[in-house]
């Protein structure tokens, strides 16, 4: 089982996942979050990243130190092409490149593992693991055609509703109801 807590894994994955890695590491991204807990999530730590991917970066913080954390942001990566911030009473999103990635780091007041992009990763890193690669490349293909990644999900397995909020659902399926529903399909 991969520990997404860390970055450790990223160094010895596949070619985007080791790039991903070098890069937190030579500009201290993790190190510079260490505070508010970060965690890469999305599709580059499950491998279904397409071109366009960028490396997303969720942390927790409590909102009455929002703009601590905007102001560490700022003078951390406020000279980096393309940096840009914006605070609601809910979240931070901070977003700049580096060597040509886009870096996207989303904050909230809630615990990284509770939070939904963690969430959704997990599930979907379970959903791969049970139907493979065949699986994956669909996957990928459909996010290449320019859907999201919880919606190329939701439809190879025929889950109908908001996608986001179906794909949760999926976390108290067993491993079996989960094959079923796309071996039905």
């Known amino acids: 089982m991969v520990d997404f807590a860390t970055t450790d894994y990223l160094a010895f994955g596949n070619k985007r996942q080791v790039h991903c890695f070098a890069l ?6 993790m190190s510079i979050l260490v505070e508010y807990s970060p965690v890469v999530v999305g599709t580059i730590p499950i491998n279904i990243d397409i071109a366009s991917s960028d490396i997303d970066i969720i942390c927790e913080c409590k909102i009455v130190d929002f703009d601590v954390l905007k102001q ?3 003078d951390n990566f406020g000279d980096y092409e393309g940096f840009c911030i914006a605070r609601s009473d ?4 901070c977003r700049f490149m580096l060597e040509n990635q886009l870096i996207e780091v989303y904050v909230a007041d809630i615990p990284v593992y509770k939070q939904n992009a963690y969430r959704h990763m997990l599930i979907e890193h ?4 049970l ?7 669909q996957v990928i293909e459909r996010k290449s055609e320019g859907l999201k990644t919880e919606p190329a999900f939701a439809q ?3 889950l109908v509703g908001n996608p986001f909020t179906e794909l ?3 976390e108290s399926y067993s491993d079996r109801q989960i094959i079923d529903l ?3 399909k």
């Open 24 to 29: 937190l590491k030579k500009y201290h991204i």
């Open 72 to 74: 560490l942001l700022s």
């Open 90 to 93: 809910e979240c931070i999103v």
């Open 126 to 129: 379970r959903i791969l693991n």
């Open 131 to 137: 139907l493979g690669e065949d699986f994956r490349g």
């Open 156 to 158: 190879l397995l025929g």
């Open 168 to 170: 949760l659902k999926l």
């Open 182 to 184: 796309y071996s039905v």
